[in-house]
């Protein structure tokens, strides 16, 4: 059922189609009576007025009728820190990207780098700054990254359980052509001279060239190899172009292509005393004096093109969205079904 806004939208989309039809009726209707006498290739104006009538009709429909898709969703996510020991708090209730946030902190820590201290100093704050943003960035890169060439596969609804691979369930598998971004030295390594057909590698470490802690863990460094960002693939539709934008306060990774356009922009939200409510109703002792949370934001949207009407494979760039889409909710925001069954 259509929601009251819905249907005054579709209305003004109705009202504005019938005018533009009225309106090209009257324009062709005198246009044709003042070129009645005249004749092109053997035929009156008239004549070829009608086609070209129908085709700006037609384009009238697509362009009213046919709005350009729109997907938005607000992913929190919450670093939290110990004031007792002054350390980033690990808690086994939260999300993997939160987790990971403290493995990336531990290393840095261990490494003895001066960016473990100034980022907790930071967190307090109620403004991000670069270095904050820098980390929640490199975070984020891991997550999105992932040997996924069956990126295009999409999902249905499935009953019983296999023994492995659960995370598989349901999916029907598709390949199609990607573009991979990693880490590498050169534009062109000797890996890439195998010419894959459906595959091209493109460099992602002038994307990432600005970030502090990118680049620390790119040296010598105690965090896992698996981890590091010389391990990461991103695995993108063919001809997908990735850039990052810098503003004060916030960072945007933008994902371009012919057919859609996605951005990730990530902003710090609050800063909290304790641990967030799904959290905190687990930790066993708990105390909320003793911590405090910085509450971060992912604004999520994704735009796609009207071109993806004439598309063959437009499912296959849906499917990419939506895993994208998928990762980052899985990975940076607490389980609400959990959550809310705790409340009751």
Known sequence: MQSLDERSIRQKELIQLVVVVILLGLIS????????????????????????????????????????????????TNLMVDKKTNQ????????????????????????????????????????????????IECVTFLILSGFEPLWASRKIGYY??????????????????????????????????????KLEFRNLLPLLQNNQVVKHFLGETSLNRVH?????????????????????????????????TTSLTLVKNSVALGLPYGIKIREPDYDEKR????????????????????CWGRTDYYNWVRLLRRKLVANFALDKAVFFKEID
């Not at 005198?30 to 129908?54: C, E």
């Not at 349901?170 to 030295?185: C, H, V, W």
Request: net charge negative; aromatic share 16%.
């Open 160 to 197: 019983g359980y296999l023994t492995g691979y659960p995370s598989h369930l349901g999916e029907i598998s598709r390949l199609a052509d990607s573009t991979i971004y990693r880490i590498q030295k050169d534009e062109v390594e000797s890996g890439d001279m195998l010419h894959f057909k």
């Open 29 to 76: 209707d005198i246009v044709a009576s003042y070129l009645a006498t005249y004749s092109f290739y053997g035929y009156s104006v008239g004549v070829w007025l009608v086609p070209i009538l129908i085709l700006l009709v037609l384009l009238a429909v697509y362009v009213i009728l046919y709005p350009r898709e729109v997907d938005e969703v607000a992913i929190y």
């Open 228 to 260: 590091k960002p010389s391990n990461w693939l991103v695995f993108t539709p063919k001809g997908t172009q990735i850039a990052i934008e810098h503003k004060e306060h916030c960072r945007i990774i933008h994902f371009k292509h012919r057919y859609f």
């Open 88 to 135: 980033m708090h690990l808690s086994p209730y939260s999300p993997f990207g939160v987790q990971y946030a403290e493995l990336f902190w531990r290393a840095l820590e261990q490494d003895k780098s001066p960016y473990a201290n100034q980022i907790l100093t930071q967190l307090h704050n109620s403004d991000s700054n670069e270095l904050e943003l820098d980390f």
């Open 291 to 310: 911590y405090f949370s910085a509450d971060f934001r992912m604004d999520f949207q994704a735009s796609f093109s009207r071109l993806l009407l004439v």
